[in-house]
């Protein structure tokens, strides 16, 4: 698409939804390179019995999140530091430097908490660096 209408398309990045259909967000991110727009912060945590039995093609209700093969999750709740340091330094060598926005939607943690939770994980694992033009705080 981008062929044919140039920089005006560019991608959404989630890796969540990456991660619960057996996807590498790291290699889609080499790969979309500059196309990356804007990025989520969400994590999944994937239940390796339960994906080993069912697969993770999800059917069971979202409320039922402990017989779930997957579920979303505070971020470090599924991946942990490095995974996410690695994340944000690829992000960075193709370029981003815009937001990461939090998405919560984890079923065991009420959303202030796991807002709270993941903006002191963000904290620790992403790149602190004068925007383009402007001066550090």
């Known amino acids: 698409m981008r062929g044919a ?3 005006t398309v560019g991608a959404n990045l989630d890796p969540s939804h990456l991660m ?21 912060a969400k994590d999944t945590r994937v239940d390796p019995v339960i994906a080993g039995v069912n697969g993770v093609i999800e059917t069971t209700p979202g409320d039922r999140f402990q017989d779930r093969a997957w579920n979303y999750i505070t971020l470090g709740y599924g991946h942990g530091e490095l995974w996410w340091r690695e994340f944000v330094a690829v992000l960075a060598a193709v370029g981003y430097d ?4 939090i998405e919560h939607e984890d079923p065991m943690l009420p959303a202030l908490e796991g ?3 993941s903006v002191a994980f963000l904290r620790n694992v992403l790149v602190r660096r004068p925007r383009s033009g402007l001066a550090p705080n």
């Open 98 to 101: 815009d937001v990461f926005s």
């Open 20 to 40: 619960w259909m057996g996807a590498d967000p790291i290699a889609a991110v080499r790969a979309l390179g500059d196309a990356i727009y804007h990025v989520h």
């Open 115 to 117: 807002v709270e939770k």
């Open 5 to 7: 209408v140039g920089e």
